[in-house]
């Protein structure tokens, strides 16, 4: 690395002042994993302990951990090509219902979960190379449409796929092709069980350790560490050449096409290996809840990701991981919480006595998304890079400062770092 | 001083780097760029004048595929240009800049110029996410080599600075530098001097005569200081309302009372 | 033949509320370029109010259904609810949309989608998760049928009819031939020059969301009436349906949107009838696809627009 101006330090609070940036990040990495190996087994007894904590459980967390994922791959589509995917719950569906049809009694189909997931990937982007071929070159706000679209019809598809009769019409004959009432995917009841994802390591646990939601702790592990792959694999992605243009499409499309690069097969990239994220947990999902069913694929999910991705810092990796586990322990514990323990009861007794039947019913966990959408506005009106963008990243990781961004420092700071610099003179030819 | 002739199309020589025949550009109704006969030569620096809404820029976006022609058509380096998407163009080697720079705000002088360096890398996605030693490898020479350009242009100091928060100056020479950087053998600057004082012009100038000599390049200019024009152009070609009105050298077209016309109005030839 | 004549009757029906909602689309798309996601959740409000209003006249009040007086209430509470929900609409962009008139163009579509999100979920607390049956006060009468005595339509079509048609021409004439009509096609077609040209843009862009929001009301109450049901995902079911019409006759053409809802109502009622009920949507998204796809001007329109 070329030795440029000397790093300009933030002001930092204790002790991380002492520890360079890269040292620093180090740690909380290392403490990050900790706590993340220490956690699901001592959550009982903190439950215990400390019952007036909203302390999340171990399955909320692999909720967390699995819409982290999502939320990864999203970002890809979003934050790194700058692209608007509505219906992105779409190949998640693809990635359950595939491992639905080759890991379970369905039918009658039992391949290893380990080899399945990566079949699941593998038509998670194959579906997002159907899909963005021909609507990429689509506008922003045209392309958002057509993918709700895309993701409603997948949806309804695996719904109606439960019970349906393909017959050539009447003036043809008639003849029945597919039926009648023939049974794709389970309908609205959906497929289960399905078959977890096992190790045969046998122990306390019995003959072989199986990741279903019957052994939330194994399972907790497993979503990490595939968590861990798809942040490492969005990072040598991000600092990719691909990234690069990704970044630059995102920023500037005709200019990135002037400077070579194809930029359709670059956003079809993206379409398709964000999609492959989408696939990936969905094949989790799928083998750990040992059940799926068409209507949890629904249009509020791919918006439930555009929250935590708007939120957390679009383009920013560590920002939409935070985002996600903020935005479902909110939705998953947080809410009910607060409701049962604080404002359900007084509401309750407010609307019972003035008769106000939607204050007699309140109850805060039914107002989940209208928190969200209010989220969702605010952020956008107010600090749409996120609460953990991209720049301060970058500021922080090279040390020069930004004279106009704020996120950068106080204006002291910036004043000092100023002063502590070597005069760059102007005419450096 | 009489005009030269300009009905007749500029005859061809082989060593002709872009060679544009008969070129149209409608958009419905308006005629944008019409019946445009223009060639280069090679490692030549050629300037492109004309009042405002001559159909300069709609002739640079021809050239890089931004544009189809109507009618027409364009070679490069005895290769067909026309119809070509704008990343084919940079590929064959067709480099440009933008009238109002369009440089990529939120990345670093250096990811901005690593852009350009795309086309020129080999590796796919499956190796952004191994990194196998020959990406590592390739990643390290394209990191030295924007680190070149960036100090051909003076901002490898600012290398990591974002693009947005450079000053006027720096921004235009990071986009020549990201230009650069494609590998180009012609280099399209539109009108680089724009909103750049008399010493900073003064540079550019002396850069672009550089990039000739140094680097073999050959270069198109839109340009309307008539200082730069005269001083660094081998041949200069006016347009007018989308038509070609003048051609020649500076000096020739200086004096062409067309020329004079399109710009001050008529009867102003007759001061000249 | 007569299945087809009365699914046609039904569509046309179906359609011209599909119109009243898709004009409001494109009337927000012509003068902002965006798609107004809460849209079609302004219309299930619109819906919700009339079950509420409904059931404070006929519980409440105790007037009898199906009588005069009735009659004369709903009339009564058109109005009514159309001012809810155009206060609604418009209170909606300043809020949420006027403060991103200047930034990226996914910003306000991103901020529509929460407000979509946070309407929907105001009607699933009101109305519960369930359709809620809204009292019948419109008799059920049949007034035509066919030579084989089934029955063609009743009241509950004229009702449609009396209340959408009426709507429409006013809304052309207004948009057509008065001043705040010039301003809005106006500052559709190129705001900067209509606010120098002495247009309070502002203003007239409140007045397309007022309007947009009346119609979304009006619509609210047609439907309510006609289906005999509220349900807090009315907004998504008939969105759907409204913004491909719009999408389908040229989106920013009223016309376009008044002829593309007539033949999505069409489409989507021979679908219900012929096909079965549980495909619509994959075949109305499907035509919302291929039509932005390959045709995204729309039907009606003349320019395809050119792209290097």
């Given amino acids: 690395m070329t030795a440029a101006a000397p790093t300009r330090r933030l002001a930092l609070p204790d002790p991380f002042r002492s520890m360079d940036r890269k040292r620093r990040e180090k740690v909380l990495l290392v403490g990050v994993l900790i706590l993340a190996v220490v956690y699901p087994l001592v959550f009982r007894a903190l439950e215990s302990a400390f019952p007036f904590v909203p302390w999340p459980g171990t399955s909320v967390l692999i909720i967390c951990a699995t819409f982290a994922i999502l939320a990864l791959g999203l970002n890809i589509v979003m934050g790194f090509a700058g692209l608007l995917d509505l219906g992105y719950v779409a190949f998640y569906a693809i990635g359950a219902y595939a491992t639905a049809f080759l890991a379970s009694p369905h039918f009658g189909i039992h391949i290893s979960w380990w080899i399945v997931v990566l079949i699941a990937v593998a038509a998670a982007a194959g579906a997002g190379i159907l899909l963005g071929a021909p609507t990429l070159k689509l506008r922003g706000d045209y392309l958002a449409i057509v993918t709700l679209g895309f993701g409603e019809i997948v949806r309804i598809v695996f719904r109606n796929l439960g019970d349906f009769t393909l017959a050539l019409p009447a003036f043809l004959g008639g003849a029945v092709l597919i039926g009648p009432h023939a049974n794709l995917t389970g309908g609205n009841v959906g497929i289960n069980p399905i078959d977890p994802p096992t190790i045969p390591i046998p122990g306390p646990w019995g003959n072989e350790i199986v990741f279903s939601n019957q052994n939330a702790t194994a399972s907790f592990y497993l979503v990490a560490v595939l968590l861990i792959i798809t942040f490492f694999v969005c990072m040598r992605l991000r600092d990719s050449k691909l990234g690069r243009a990704w970044m630059a499409i995102r920023e500037d499309e005709t200019a990135a096409a002037a400077m070579g690069i194809n930029t359709v097969t670059t956003k079809l990239l993206a379409f398709s290996l964000g999609a492959s994220f989408s696939g990936f947990a969905g094949a989790f999902t799928g083998a750990y809840q040992t059940a799926i069913f068409a209507e949890s694929f629904n249009f509020a999910v791919s918006i439930l990701i555009v929250v935590i991705i708007i939120l957390g810092g679009i383009g920013s990796l560590r920002g939409v991981v935070i985002g996600a586990f903020a935005v479902q322990y909110v939705n998953q514990t947080l809410l009910r919480f607060l409701g049962e323990k604080i404002l359900n009861d007084p509401v309750n007794a407010l609307g019972d006595a003035t008769g106000i039947a939607l204050l007699g019913d309140f109850n805060l966990v039914n107002y989940n998304y209208l928190i969200f959408g209010i989220v969702l506005a605010i952020m956008m009106i107010r600090r749409p890079e996120g609460l953990f963008p991209v720049e301060t990243a970058k500021a922080e990781l090279h040390g020069v400062g930004i004279s106009s961004d704020s996120t950068a420092g106080t204006p002291d700071e910036l004043a000092m770092a100023e002063e502590a610099a070597p005069e760059i003179p102007k005419d450096t030819r | 001083m009489t005009a030269p002739s300009t009905t007749t199309a500029v005859p061809t020589q082989a060593g002709d780097l872009l060679v544009a025949t008969d070129c149209t550009k409608r958009f419905g109704g308006l005629v944008a760029v019409s019946d445009v006969n223009f060639t280069i030569p090679r490692g030549g620096i050629v300037s492109l004048i004309g009042p405002n809404g001559a159909g300069k820029t709609t002739f640079f976006n021809m050239i890089t595929g931004l544009y189809i022609p109507t009618e027409g058509t364009i070679t490069f380096d005895g290769a067909e240009l026309t119809g070509l998407k704008p990343h084919e163009v940079v590929r064959l080697g067709v480099a440009r800049t933008f009238q109002n720079i369009r440089l990529f705000g939120n990345m670093s002088a250096e990811e901005n110029v690593l852009v350009g360096l795309h086309h020129r890398l080999k590796g796919r996605w499956f190796g952004a996410i191994l990194r196998p030693p020959s990406i590592k490898r390739e990643e390290a020479e394209a990191h030295d080599r924007a680190m070149e350009l960036l100090k051909l242009v003076g901002l490898d100091t600012r290398s990591q600075t974002l693009a947005r928060n450079l000053p006027y100056g720096d921004q235009r020479r990071l986009e020549i530098a990201r230009a650069l950087a494609t590998q180009p053998k012609l280099l399209l600057l539109d009108e680089p001097t724009a909103g750049m004082n008399p010493e900073e012009t003064r540079r550019l100038t002396d850069f672009v005569r550089q990039l000739r000599d140094q680097f073999g390049l050959t270069v198109l200019l839109i340009e309307h200081d008539m200082k730069v024009v005269m001083g660094i152009s081998d041949r200069v070609t006016v347009l007018d309302h989308g038509e070609k009105i003048a051609e020649g050298s500076p000096a020739e077209v200086r004096a062409d009372t067309k020329v004079i016309e399109a710009y001050l109005g008529r009867g102003a030839a007759g001061a000249g | ?308």
């Fill in chain 3, 1 to 308: 033949m007569e299945e087809l004549v009365k699914a046609l009757t039904i569509g046309l029906a179906n359609g011209l509320i599909i119109a009243l909602i898709a004009i409001g689309y494109t009337l927000v798309y012509g003068i902002l370029e965006l798609i107004n996601f809460a849209h079609a959740d302004v219309f299930m409000l619109g819906t919700a109010f009339t079950y509420f209003f409904l059931e404070a006249i006929v519980v409440g009040l105790g007037v009898p259904t199906s009588s005069l007086t009735a009659l004369l209430l709903i009339f009564a509470a058109l109005p009514l609810i159309m001012v809810f929900t155009a206060t609604i609409n418009a209170s909606i962009e300043r809020v949420a949309y006027r403060p991103l008139r200047n930034a990226p163009r996914l910003a306000p579509l991103i901020s529509a989608i929460g407000m979509s999100f946070v309407l929907q979920n105001l009607g699933l607390v009101i109305l519960g998760p369930s359709q809620k049956a809204v009292e019948p006060v419109l008799p059920k009468t049949d007034l035509a049928f066919f030579p084989s005595g089934t029955a063609w339509f009743g009241v509950d079509e004229i009702m449609v009819v009396a209340i959408t048609i009426p709507l429409l021409l006013v809304l052309r004439w207004f948009v057509g031939s008065t001043r705040q009509g010039k301003a809005m096609r106006a500052t559709a077609q190129d705001r900067e020059a209509s606010g120098l040209m002495g247009i309070d843009v502002n203003r007239t862009i409140s007045l397309t969301f007022l309007i947009a929001g009346a119609l979304a009301g009006a619509a609210g109450l047609v439907v309510a009436l006609y289906y005999g049901q509220t349900w807090f995902q009315f907004g998504f079911q008939f969105g759907l349906l409204s913004f491909t019409a719009a999408v389908l006759g040229g989106i920013g053409n009223l016309t376009g949107a008044t002829l593309g809802g007539l033949v999505i109502g069409m489409i989507g009622a021979m679908s219900d009838r012929f096909l079965e009920a549980k495909w619509t949507s994959v075949l109305v998204f499907s035509i919302l696809i291929l039509v932005l796809v390959f045709r995204p001007t729309g039907i009606l329109s003349e320019k395809v627009s050119e792209r290097a």
